[in-house]
């Protein structure tokens, strides 16, 4: 039998280029056990992700703010001390780094995601002004409440499945794919991942980007 997966997205479902891998929607609606897709995206990506796999919606969006399974919708986090933290960073004089219109944002519910190339410093004060913290998932910088993980979400998403979280294998390749690994059973990085994701991972792949991933689950379906 195989197990119940959390994967991440970006940097473990897709390629070096940032294109989802193909070979994921061969191999994802033939897994006989649930497929749970964790992101720092905002909710409409994972969703919409899942609806073009054709595999049932169960997303944790927003690095846990917002958690979605057999069609419960969990929403979690300040959003609004959030927003408050981007406005003012923005009248400090910095930008949010995404251009107008901003669709990095437009749909997000719980947190801020702030480019990379903008001050870290500067956004870090302001966001414990507001009881916030600042994560790096080397994508973006989020803007989120503290507490609020991804890891969480999973427990969740178990709960509303009826699973023990210990029973998913969960891959991924940053920061915020931590908490995951702490509350899967079995963990993954790939060979892409930053420093504190190998550190937490059980195993730590010779594969980067979405063959990494693709490897694991074949292991898997090998080992059923």
Same mark, same amino acid.
């Given at each position: 039998? *195989? ?8 940097? *473990? ?37 899942? +609806? ?21 919708? *969990? ?20 930008? @949010? ?32 002004? +507001? ?10 910088? +989020?803007?989120?409440?503290? $507490? ?7 427990? %969740?998403?178990?709960? @509303?499945? $009826? ?16 908490? *995951?690994? $702490? !509350? ?25 980007? %979405?063959?990494?991933?693709?490897? !694991? ?8």
């Amino acid at each position: 039998m *195989t197990p119940p997966l959390a994967l991440d997205i970006d940097g *473990t479902m897709t390629r070096p280029d940032d294109s989802i891998d193909p070979r994921f929607f061969d191999v994802l609606p033939e897994w006989d056990a649930p497929v749970v897709l964790a992101t720092g995206k905002s909710f409409p990506y994972p969703v919409s992700l899942c +609806h073009f796999l054709t595999i049932p919606q169960n997303v944790i969006a927003e690095n846990g703010g917002v958690v979605l399974a057999r069609g419960d919708l *969990t929403t979690n986090g300040d959003g609004e001390a959030a927003r408050r933290v981007a406005e003012e960073f923005v009248a400090a004089g910095y930008d @949010l780094g995404w251009g107008a219109p901003d669709l990095i944002n437009r749909w997000r519910e719980t947190e801020v995601a702030v480019a990379r190339d903008q001050p870290l410093g500067p956004l870090e004060e302001i966001a414990a002004e +507001h009881g916030q913290e600042v994560v790096d998932t080397g994508y973006a910088y +989020h803007v989120k409440s503290p $507490g609020v993980k991804k890891g969480m979400g999973l427990q %969740s998403v178990a709960d @509303l499945l $009826g699973l023990d979280p210990a029973a998913f294998v969960a891959v991924g390749d940053s920061e915020n794919d931590v908490s *995951t690994f $702490g !509350v899967a059973g079995e963990s993954y990085a790939v060979a892409n991942a930053d420093a504190k994701a190998k550190d937490a991972a059980d195993v730590v792949l010779d594969e980067s980007f %979405s063959a990494g991933t693709l490897a !694991v689950l074949e292991d898997l379906r090998q080992r059923a």
